[in-house]
């Protein structure tokens, strides 16, 4: 594909004529049409350049691995200048693999190596100024307080940074999931801080015992905010682009991928009355019905932005939870329990919207949404 700056330069240079350069962009878009009308609806991924690209990511892998042994053998010890020489060579391979090449799947290795590296500097720089360690005893704790708050924007204020930055560079979709968990984690712990703040100034009752359960239900509020907010992020990157052409629709699809369990989990639990706290599950009809409604919605939600990436988790998250149920009560009971419903759901629903997404999408979502909300959502394809 060649970009619409270098025939401009070419027209410059009268390499080409404004005329040849028009019916190159019509040549170019009658080819991607083309795609788009017999790729059968399917949710274009743009994860891998093909077979080279797959050829390139074995190489990036072996390379880094291998760099990082002799780093850890000529500089034992030394995290922090490790983790730097590290992220620069990452950087490096990424202007020849990414900004030239543009080779997705070797690209999206690349970012994710670098993004480690940098969160095991800026964790290694964390320690060392403010010298946090995993606390044994309560007291030890409460006298983390004054150094969590400094040290987590550090170490997630500088990876969301690092993300940006080298997103701004490369263009690389995958660093949009995680930016989106590195504020999630820091919202998370601040809130928990501010709570804890409220507790000790008297202006937020302490809790007791009997009331830690619905203290950890209450805490899962944040991450379900959290997550409503990134699938909102994602459903307007969505809506600027339809017809998913631009790297904004493959952010949407890290954000989809990030968003889902922060929804599932929360909503699973708000709505089954599951005990945090010890884990129980009441597998009763009430709760067999609620989970049954959530799919519902989610498949719903799924099928009107015409995102298998968002159902995609959500599934696999009740399908886990129905297997290890099952599994778990085996030993139990002889009755079918209630969640075997729910595994028997997940299943055929994989199945089912694996066969025809784009017809069962015309066929539910087609009649039941007005149309000035269809003409904004992703087009129903015949």
């Known amino acids: 594909m060649i970009s619409a700056e270098t025939l401009e330069k070419a027209v410059a240079e009268s390499t080409i004529t404004s005329a040849q350069r028009e019916r190159l962009l019509a040549i170019e878009q009658a080819g991607t049409t083309a795609l788009v009308e017999d790729d059968g609806g399917e949710e274009n991924l743009r994860l891998i350049g093909g077979g080279n690209d797959l050829f390139v990511t074995v190489g990036t892998i072996l390379l880094s691995a291998g760099f990082y042994f002799v780093l850890s053998t000529l500089l034992a010890g030394q995290v922090l200048a490790i983790a730097g020489l590290m992220a620069a060579c990452t950087w490096a391979v990424a202007e020849i693999v990414t900004r030239q090449h543009r080779m997705k799947l070797s690209s999206t290795v690349l970012s994710l190596i670098f993004i480690g590296a940098v969160m095991t500097g800026l964790s290694q720089i964390t320690y060392e100024r403010y010298m946090l360690a995993v606390p044994e005893t309560i007291w030890q704790l409460v006298a983390l307080r004054g150094d969590i708050a400094p040290a987590s924007y550090l170490f997630f204020g500088g990876t969301i940074v690092a993300a940006v930055v080298y997103f701004l560079r490369f263009r690389v979709p995958i660093l949009a999931g995680v930016v989106a968990i590195a504020v999630t984690c820091l919202v998370f712990l601040q809130t928990a801080l501010f709570l804890y703040d409220g507790v000790t100034t008297g202006s937020v009752a302490p809790p007791s015992l009997q009331d830690l359960p619905q203290l950890l239900r209450a805490s899962l509020y944040m991450p379900l905010i959290c997550g409503l907010a990134v699938f909102g992020v994602a459903v307007a990157l969505d809506l600027h682009d339809r017809d998913r052409r631009t790297i904004g629709s493959d952010c949407a699809f890290w954000l989809h991928v990030v968003s889902a369990p922060m929804l599932v989990h929360p909503l699973f639990i708000l709505a089954t009355g599951r005990d945090v ?27 009107a932005i015409d995102r298998r990436s968002l159902l995609a988790p959500t599934l696999a998250y009740f399908g886990s939870l129905g297997i290890y149920y099952l599994v778990h009560s085996a030993a139990n009971t002889t009755g079918v329990p209630p969640f075997a419903l729910i595994l028997l759901a997940v299943g055929t629903l994989i199945i089912f919207f694996g066969a025809g997404w784009q017809r069962i999408r015309r066929l539910i979502i087609g009649p039941t949404l007005p149309t000035s909300v269809l003409n904004r959502l992703p087009p129903i394809k015949a």
Do not use: Q
Request: proline residues 4%; hydrophobic residues 70%; negative net charge.
């Open 277 to 303: 706290a010890l884990g129980r599950i009441e597998p009763d009809t009430m709760a067999t019905v609620l989970l049954v409604a959530l799919i519902a919605a989610f498949v719903y939600i799924a099928l």
